[in-house]
């Protein structure tokens, strides 16, 4: 998510001399990479979209999209990873580091980019090993080698080893630069040496590593796909006999699952709608009927969430769309920024489970559970929580003076409701394609990117094309981020399950006293921890996979489970001090982050309510299944 501070590449010094070289190639390297990611993500919506019409219009399936489209991927999430790379926007945590000194704080920042190219420096070889082990593998429809899909490991590993580089001689001066990297060799050195004694600790490790390990580097700034990989990395290659091929592998497996493949589409599908003005149509109809009443335009706010929720799958994007239409109006009407930056983050916590949400998507690529019924499971729990954030909203407004705001009329709520309309429809139409079996919930993004741009141009009359190539690009990046820290993370639960941490974990859950209800309170606990440390999509990999089995061994329904875990991270993701989140939501709507500390806690205190009638009534997830 965006409101993970990131590498700044601001902090550069003039563009003179050493410097300045590496400035010019450092941008004539992320300008060559920028073109291709996006001619890829446009590749991506063609091959998808032209196999539904082959199967559902045409009935002639192309046996070879599904195919072309994976090999293209791999592609896409690598060279993506390198623009986040190269614009330093690799998600980080700096909650820490923003605190220290100007002086301590440019040699953390160097430290996060010596941590980064340790990582990659390491998995260089075992990946251009992995290519050439795909040399032998032939695919089955398009019959070429499948090294043609690995390279893309090797040549994005590459890549970002040549942007560290050139972002250390840039920003850093020398001797911070040496300090940064002598720390880092120094530590990985110590590491190995402790190999051997190391080894006869067991699932102490586990501690050390994916704890100790994982803290250490998140807190001090390192990108959290980069930690997450440092961890696996080192525990595989001191505590165990693995090649280190396998760390490559399941990084592979972990970005190269197809229904992910929607995560990039729903983006670029979000970017659409603000672009298109969609977006702005579907706000000023819900403001024509509610912004006549105490807090309306709040209950707006909520209610444009809830449907914007249901358009694109990033929580930045849907804050993006919704934010800059109501806050000025909110703001005349006396709305203090605070407040609304709180309400914002708040409602980013309620739809984390309007489909299509990419956790939503991700939950059940990485543990099994039906996508479609994840689908259909989400949009009640969205709607308990939007009823408890409403009751904070009229009560904190109840006293509003509307002596100067005007009642719409019947003509000006139809007009608005009539050039919403189709905009309004587009969620159900993305739901109804999927039930109705018109296409997958990895293809069904594509049917939402063609009805957009049709109605853009046809009907809204919004499409500025010069747009479309910085959107293009912009969405390779945040998913290059997303997808690496997916593969990352997928290589860290590999090592966990590995070490026989789940059936650890498992023995431990399944005795809590209280069967299902304790265990769903302990996961509450844990997983609002969890998304106040980690973004959502990486704690669902590391975590899901391990608990998922236990909740249906104890009787949880799995999409129950799911709508529980969802809210609790969600809770957790947009909580202040540590919730990433909630600095997105401050971030777009342009206030600072002081001012919404103290709103906030009693529209978090409404999902804590909300989120435990959702625990506690399964039917509110699962009835309409």
């Known amino acids: ?43 991506e919506v063609m091959v998808l979209f032209a196999g539904i019409v082959a199967r559902y219009v045409l009935h002639k399936p192309l046996v070879w999209s599904d195919e072309l489209a994976s090999i293209l991927f791999l592609w896409l999430a690598m060279l993506g990873a390198v623009v986040a790379f190269g614009r330093g926007e690799h998600m980080r945590m700096t909650a820490l ?21 340790a990582f990659l420096l390491l998995i260089v070889y075992p990946a251009y090993d992995y290519a050439y082990e795909e040399t032998y593998i032939t695919t089955p429809a398009l019959e070429i080698q499948n090294a043609w899909r690995a390279a893309a490991l090797c040549v994005g590993v590459v890549l970002m080893i040549a942007l560290a580089l050139l972002r250390l001689a840039r920003v850093a001066d020398l001797a911070t630069t040496v300090g940064a990297l002598g720390g880092v060799l120094a530590i990985s050195v110590a590491i190995w040496l402790l190999g051997p004694a190391l080894k006869p600790l067991g699932n102490v490790n ?7 390990i994982v803290a250490a580097t998140v807190l001090s700034g390192v990108p959290i796909a980069f930690a997450f ?15 280190m091929l396998v760390v490559i592998g399941r990084m592979d497996e972990g970005m190269s699952h197809l229904i992910l493949l929607s995560v990039p589409l729903f983006v670029f599908l979000g970017l659409l709608i603000e672009m298109t003005g969609m977006a702005r149509a579907m706000v000023q109809f819900l403001a024509s009927l509610l912004g006549h009443v105490r807090g309306g335009l709040s209950y707006v706010l909520v209610g444009a969430m809830y449907l914007v929720s249901g358009i694109s799958g990033a929580k930045a994007a849907d804050m993006a769309a919704v934010a800059p239409v109501l806050f000025p109006e909110m703001k005349a009407r006396g709305a203090k920024p605070g407040d609304l930056v709180a309400l914002l983050s708040a409602t980013g916590a309620q739809t984390e489970t309007i489909p299509p949400s990419l956790v939503l998507i991700t939950i059940g690529s990485v543990t099994g559970v039906s996508i479609a019924a994840l689908f259909t499971g989400g949009l009640l729990p969205g709607v308990v929580l939007a009823i408890t954030l409403c009751l904070v909203v ?6 509003e003076d509307l002596s100067h705001v005007r009642r719409a009329t019947g003509a000006e709520i139809a007009r608005t409701f009539a050039i919403a309309l189709p905009a309004l429809a587009l969620p159900f139409i993305i739901r109804a394609a999927v039930v109705e079996g018109v296409a997958t919930a990895t293809e069904v993004s594509t049917i939402g990117i063609v009805y957009s741009v049709a109605a853009g141009l046809l009907i809204y009359r919004q499409f500025n094309w010069r747009r479309v190539v910085p959107m293009l690009v912009e969405t390779a990046a945040l998913s290059g981020a997303i997808l690496f820290i997916i593969g990352a993370a997928t290589a860290m639960a590999w090592a966990l399950t590995q070490s026989g941490f789940s059936r650890d974990l498992a023995a431990i859950m399944a005795k809590l006293p209280g069967g299902g209800g304790s265990f769903l309170a302990v996961s509450i606990v844990a997983f609002i921890i969890l998304g ?28 129950h489970y799911a709508m529980v875990v969802i809210l ?14 909630y600095y997105a939501a401050c971030a777009i709507g342009r206030v600072s982050p002081d001012e919404g500390m103290r709103p906030i806690w009693g529209y978090l205190l409404a999902l804590v309510v909300g989120l435990i009638v959702v625990a506690a009534v399964p039917w509110i997830s699962i009835g309409f299944l």
């Open 532 to 559: 106040s440390v980690l973004e959502g999509i990486p704690a669902i990999v590391l975590f899901g996979p391990l608990l998922f089995p236990i909740a249906r061994q104890l009787g949880v329904h799995e999409v």
């Open 568 to 581: 609790s991270m969600g809770i957790g993701l947009f909580a202040p001090p540590f919730g990433v989140g």
């Open 229 to 243: 990989g440092l961890a696996s990395f080192g525990y595989l290659a001191t505590t165990t006999s693995v090649p």
């Open 97 to 117: 580091v923003g605190k220290v000194g100007p002086r301590a704080r440019a040699f953390l920042d160097a430290v996060a980019l010596a941590a980064a190219l």
């Open 394 to 399: 009229r009560h904190r407004y109840r006293n």
């Open 206 to 212: 586990l501690l050390i590593f994916f704890v100790g």
């Open 1 to 43: 998510m965006a409101g993970i501070q990131t590498l700044d590449a601001d902090t550069a010094s003039p563009a003179t001399g050493a410097r300045g070289m590496a400035t010019r190639i450092e941008a004539a390297i992320c300008r060559a990479v920028e073109i291709p990611a996006a001619i890829l993500v446009a590749a």
